[in-house]
């Protein structure tokens, strides 16, 4: 570990009871997206108590903060945390669990906010080390869109914040690997989230009388089985891409065959002409209903695009895990398909975000999104540590060019 590595860490591990405090509070008071105007002014109050930080809120119909600190010129770049909550009840017997009913941190947005302003408060002490500028980003609203289908990360971008910004960085909290292990990956590593939302109409009529009316329950049949097969005969089994109904919503009698049906469900992929040709074969599964004498409407709505981890950024993150820690694991494999509105910003600027194994030591692993969520905080010192180390290792590399 070198000298700047050092400092990071051991200012990193001075404030490790305060990173548990802030996380336990972010915890015990959750708020759901676009609505986290608490966790806001909490930010916003830590933030204007570090000096040299200067304070903004980009937007004031929401709620993102953002916090500079600058010392000379230089590159800039930014660290990213979401602080949005999800509509769980919590089942988790611990005294920072949630105070909000219905409402659960169960996506380690409390960890990733208080490890952020952890960074802040750690590199204000150290702001002799770099040149340049890096910016703190408190982003509401990753979990889901707004009636624009938008997105906290849109409206950062669509305010400007990240227009001077160079790179970005972030990391998400991972309950399969344990303390001590990471996940990087190049490239396409979360995916495309598109969702459709269709209607099969028929006749209805008597359920004792099915052949003197047109069912759409029976043309649903058709249309499930296309959409199921899309993944393994429309598309190559070595590419990336899910096809998932989870809506279905027809009928209200034992006797009486429905008018319509409506279903709703996902479509994941990870790269362009992938995405193009899923949503183009997920109509074609709707249209066999004209053929069984029915009528259909599909409509596609694309959320957030795939995460692409830039390949640079992504070894300063590699070199400051082993620089910081020598014996960490470090797997490189993508994340899955589940979706992350950071990838509007990784679209924009060069950027990366790392998985930090957070699995609590002799338990099952506690599943993202789920009511027993929950987190080993020990994690949060390295978290902490290793966003500092790489946003000062890319400034100090870019500044010599």
Not at 2 to 7: A, F, P, V, Y
Not at 129 to 144: D, M, P, R, Y
Not at 348 to 371: D, V
Request: aromatic share 8%.
């Amino acid at each position: 570990m070198n000298e700047i590595e050092n400092l990071i860490f051991d200012e990193a591990k001075k404030i490790g009871s305060l990173l548990i405090k802030w996380r336990r509070h972010f915890h015990e008071y959750p708020e759901l997206s676009f609505k986290e105007w608490k966790t806001a002014l909490f930010v916003e109050e830590q933030l204007k108590s570090i000096p040299g930080m200067t304070v903004s809120r980009p937007n004031a119909i929401i709620p993102n903060v953002v916090g500079k600190l600058a010392n000379g010129t230089g590159p800039t770049i930014a660290i990213r945390a979401d602080m949005d909550a999800l509509p769980i009840q919590e089942e988790n017997d611990v005294v920072y669990a949630s105070k909000h009913r219905g409402i659960m941190h169960a996506c380690g947005h409390d960890a990733h906010t208080a490890i952020v302003l952890g960074v802040a408060k750690v590199i204000a002490q150290l702001q002799d080390h770099f040149q340049g500028t890096i910016v703190f980003l408190f982003q509401s609203a990753e979990e889901t869109t707004d009636e624009q289908n938008k997105s906290g990360a849109c409206y950062l971008l669509e305010d400007g914040v990240l227009d001077d910004v160079d790179a970005a960085i972030a990391l998400h909290m991972c309950p399969w690997l344990p303390v001590g292990h990471m996940q990087v990956h190049d490239g396409s590593s979360m995916a495309n989230v598109d969702v459709f939302e269709g209607t099969i109409r028929g006749s209805g009529g008597h359920g004792a009388y099915p052949h003197e009316g047109s069912d759409p329950i029976w043309m649903l049949q058709y249309v499930l089985s296309y959409l199921y097969s899309i993944p393994s005969r429309k598309i190559s089994p070595l590419e990336k891409a899910v096809v998932s109904v989870g809506e279905i919503q027809a009928g209200t009698s034992d006797n009486i065959i429905p008018t319509k049906v409506k279903l709703r469900g996902t479509i994941r992929s990870y790269e362009h002409d992938i995405r193009k040709c899923l949503t183009e074969e997920v109509t074609k599964a709707f249209a066999l209903v004209a053929a069984l004498g029915g009528e259909y409407d599909v409509h596609i709505t694309r959320n957030e695009p795939a995460l692409q981890n830039d390949t640079r950024v992504n070894q300063l993150i590699v070199s400051s895990i082993h620089d910081l820690f020598p014996q960490a694991h470090i797997h490189h494999k993508p994340f899955g398909l589940g979706g992350e509105d950071f990838g509007y910003i990784s679209g924009r600027i060069p950027s990366s975000m790392f998985f930090l194994g957070c699995q609590r030591e002799n338990e099952k692993k506690r599943e993202l999104h789920t009511p027993q969520f929950d987190i080993d905080e020990q994690c949060l010192v390295q978290g902490t540590s290793i966003l500092a180390a790489t946003a000062f290792r890319y400034l100090n590399e870019e500044g010599e060019k």
